[in-house]
């Protein structure tokens, strides 16, 4: 399996990003999607946005409530952040994650790292203020 993440950059505070991931791999239907974001200060991976498998339900960290929306297009194999008022904060590596312990088409929304893995190399987001 393949993730493929797009759509970092360099931006203002203030300023919109929306991120996409692609995936290679049929199964990404079945299965829950997740946003992670790492920063070289951080070991481990934060929480930030995840769906379920068929849209419903969808969770997001409390750090980007009312910033960031997680949407997914199965039709294409992708999942989109949009994130709108962006932060010097929000800067990292942003991971798309697929879950590969809770099962498909469970509806279950987990914000643990441990529950998801990562075949992408990521996109960095870097909010300048």
């Known amino acids: 399996a393949q993730l493929v993440e797009s759509g970092g950059g360099l931006v203002l505070a203030g300023d919109s990003l929306r991120l996409s991931c692609t995936a290679s791999?049929?199964?990404?239907?079945?299965?829950?999607m997740a946003w992670f974001r790492q920063t070289p200060e951080k070991k481990e991976r934060e929480f930030v946005a995840?769906?379920?498998?068929?849209?419903?339900?969808?969770r997001v960290a409390d750090s980007v409530q009312d910033r960031f929306v997680i949407s997914r297009d199965n039709a294409k194999k992708t999942v989109y952040l949009q994130m709108d008022k962006l932060r010097p904060e929000d800067t990292a590596l942003y991971f798309c994650e697929q879950d590969t312990r809770l099962g498909p088409r469970t509806g279950i929304i987990s914000r643990s790292a441990n529950d998801y893995t990562t075949w992408g190399q990521g996109t960095q987001v870097t909010v300048s203020s």
């Open positions: 995840a769906i379920s498998w068929n849209g419903v339900p969808r």
């Open positions: 791999a049929d199964t990404f239907t079945s299965y829950t």
